[in-house]
């Protein structure tokens, strides 16, 4: 098992920035990938970037990129997303994920061996 507590969330005005933090506990920890998504109301649940614990970058939706950027501290078993120049449409829940899955290169962020946090509430007014 491993368990995943989000923190960092909050309101925001546009322009502004938070960071984000999951801390992460349990199993052997170096095996998983870990990654940060957010789901807006009404769409799919969407990845922002994911990293593995010895900081190598696996994936950056080019949506964010250059706004929001992922990284780890092993040492404190926490990954972090800093998120910059936050407007309205970034207003959404942030999910923190890890797992174990990799089958030909792509992370299986479901199923056996995965594992979300509860989500933190990114709130971006204009």
């Known amino acids: 098992q491993v368990q995943l507590v989000e923190s960092g969330g909050g309101l925001v005005q546009a322009g502004g920035s938070l960071r984000l933090s999951c801390a992460a506990s349990g199993r052997t920890l170096e095996n998983y990938v870990m990654g940060w998504f957010r789901q807006a109301p009404g769409k799919e649940l969407a990845l922002l970037a994911s990293?593995?614990?010895?900081?190598?970058?696996?994936n950056s939706a080019n949506y964010v990129k250059g706004r929001f950027t992922i990284s780890a501290d092993s040492a404190k078993n926490t990954v972090y997303l800093q998120m910059n120049n936050l407007n309205p449409e970034d207003t959404t829940v942030y999910y923190c994920?890890?797992?174990?899955?990799?089958?030909?290169?792509?992370?299986?962020?479901?199923?056996?061996?995965?594992?979300w946090g509860q989500g933190t509430q990114v709130t971006v007014s204009s």
């Open positions: 990293i593995t614990w010895s900081g190598s970058l696996r």
């Open positions: 994920a890890a797992s174990a899955t990799v089958v030909g290169g792509s992370t299986k962020w479901m199923g056996e061996d995965a594992y």
